[in-house]
């Protein structure tokens, strides 16, 4: 099964919004609300941002948000900071408690 | 917050077994699945498989036939194994604990990760 796909690079400015797509199929992104999200600094832990397609754990902050449209799910970033220069991976479940990672998406902030 | 710490050799001969541990701190196993993650170099994340505390196990198709998971639950540490290794297995290698909510599961504790490199 292929990874799902992301864009391989995005940029924003401080204080601007970006959005990260997740294009998948019928069979994962399109028929699961079960995506997620997860920011990665060089060097650290993966951590969670988004889950069931929209939902903040716990110390997320709401800069952060989910959403899905058909085959393809999105996480936007709202009011860029320097500190979201990261590393962002989708995740989806795929049926038959599988999942499937997107490609990673580097987030440069200008 | 529970910690997660994997460990085991840094390098692998090609057709050897790759084997880790992820010990756990700061929490049991008790309750919980947990995963192995992998991140070839310039590639994106791929899903290894999961292990439940009670021993249950389910792996990604693609590696299935070369995967085993244990669990030992008086050290707290569970346990990858990984056959036949070439040199497309190598990869920083994640050991992460699912967090399950209703009907779905995402990751929500994740250990730094280890580089295996598979060469001769």
């Known amino acids: 099964q292929s990874a799902l796909t992301q864009p391989r690079s995005v940029s924003g400015s401080p204080g601007q919004s970006v959005t990260i797509s997740c294009t998948g199929t019928?069979?994962?992104?399109?028929?699961?609300?079960?995506v997620s999200w997860y920011q990665r600094h060089p060097g650290k832990a993966p951590k969670v941002l988004i889950y069931?397609?929209?939902k903040r754990p716990s110390g997320v902050p709401d800069r952060f948000s989910g959403s899905k449209s058909g085959n393809t799910a999105s996480l936007t970033i709202s009011g860029l900071q320097a500190e979201d220069a990261a590393d962002y991976y989708c995740?989806?479940?795929?049926?038959?408690?599988?999942?499937?990672f997107g490609g990673g998406t580097k987030l440069t902030v200008l | 917050q529970v910690q997660l710490q994997e460990s085991g050799p840094g390098l692998v001969k090609p057709s050897e077994t790759l084997s880790l541990s992820c010990t756990v701190s700061?929490?049991?196993?008790?309750?919980?699945?947990w995963s192995w993650i992998r991140q070839p170099p310039g590639e994106g994340l791929e899903w290894i498989g999961y292990?439940?505390?009670?021993?249950?196990?389910n792996y990604n198709p693609s590696l299935n036939s070369r995967v085993t998971m244990s669990v030992d639950m008086a050290r707290n540490q569970f346990s990858l194994q990984l056959t036949s290794v070439t040199a497309t297995d190598t990869a920083v290698y994640h050991c992460?604990?699912?967090?399950?909510?209703?009907?779905?599961?995402?990751?929500?504790?994740w250990g730094q990760g280890m580089l295996v490199t598979v060469s001769s």
């Open positions: 292990i439940h505390y009670s021993g249950s196990t």
């Open positions: 069931d397609v929209n």
């Open positions: 995740c989806s479940y795929v049926g038959t408690y599988t999942v499937l």
């Open positions: 700061g929490g049991s196993l008790t309750n919980y699945y």
């Open positions: 019928s069979s994962d992104v399109g028929r699961y609300n079960y």
């Open positions: 992460a604990r699912e967090m399950c909510t209703g009907g779905s599961c995402f990751f929500g504790d």
